[in-house]
């Protein structure tokens, strides 16, 4: 889709799969990615080589695609808890929460917050 090769594209494993394991990946233009790989080398004082092997056969064997989808189950079941949780809960006009359309997060603002704060 990057036609004019200037778009990098970088992402973790870090949240979603692996919390231990802190590895990440990039998308780019080939001679982009030769030169970062390069410089890591240099960089580099120990890449954790097995997990990202491990990691690497994981995703092309399309277990990473699974994965997610049953990690996004999970959560979405687990942020509908939390939604209903707080419909439930929240009964001060000053706390409003907004669902999210999409993703796992949820907006809560409190519209008179200082004055139930100490100094």
Excluded at 22 to 42: H, M, P, Q, S
Excluded at 96 to 114: H, K, L, Y
Aim: glycine share 6%.
């Amino acid at each position: 889709m990057d036609t004019n090769r200037v778009v990098i594209y970088i992402g973790s494993f870090l949240k979603n799969s692996f919390p231990r394991d802190r590895l990440g990946w990039i998308a780019a233009d080939k001679e982009c990615v030769n030169r970062l790989t390069t410089l890591k080398r240099f960089s580099d004082l120990s890449s954790p080589l097995p997990e990202q092997a491990a990691l690497a056969d994981f995703c092309r064997g399309g277990n990473y695609e699974i994965h997610i989808k049953r990690i996004h189950k999970i959560y979405r079941k687990r942020m509908m808890l939390a939604v209903q949780t707080m419909k439930e809960k929240i009964v001060n006009g000053d706390v409003r929460m907004i669902e999210p359309d999409g993703g796992f997060t949820i907006w809560v603002s409190m519209s008179n917050a200082g004055r139930h704060m100490r100094n």
